[in-house]
């Protein structure tokens, strides 16, 4: 049987809202990583396109209507990272595709998926695995029985609770989000005893 290699995308977006259809995709954050090695980081911004944005996702990311308008058009965002994500999964080999990782990463691969669709797009499932895999589901289920001494399940307070050093990141920027829940990644494998 061929062996693949591991092909992971780890994926960070920031949004104008949390509604897939009404609110639009504002940035698109990433790093591949092939068995092990890491492959590019990138780091798209696109602007706003007739979609509602939303006053609190605003303030959630800081930043302004007038600074997300001088941003690239969406179409152009989307060829960007199709370049990119080309050049290393051929999306006519069924086995070919990148695993995708994040923090609650159902999120960002439904917006991903929407962004697809608006660009004319209709084959996202030819670039990654379904589901993706969920750094904080992983989290949760390593420590269930101690569930209840959470104070909240965002990442950053999960991360602190696993002991990773946060102080060094900003919350809600999408390079530091990836860069905490690949922290928070490796020690929940530790905890689960399983390899990367």
Known sequence: MLEMPVKEIWIDCETGGVDVRHNPLLQIC?????DGVSQERFDIFMRNEGQILSADALSVIKRTPEEISGWQHPSEAYAQFK??????????????????????????????????????DKYFGSYFWVPPIDVWMLAMFAQKKQRAEFIDTKLWTV??????????????????????????????????????
């Open 30 to 34: 990433g790093e591949i990583v092939i």
């Open 83 to 120: 370049r990119i994500v080309q050049k290393y999964v051929n999306q006519y080999d069924k086995r070919d595709k990148f695993h995708w990782y994040g923090y609650n990463p159902r999120f960002d691969m439904d917006f991903v998926r929407e962004w697809f669709a608006r660009s004319g």
């Open 159 to 196: 991360a602190k609770w696993y002991g990773v050093d946060v102080t060094q990141f900003n919350a809600h920027n999408a390079q530091d989000d990836i860069a905490v829940t690949q922290l928070l990644y490796k020690r929940v494998c530790e905890v689960l005893c399983i390899g990367r």
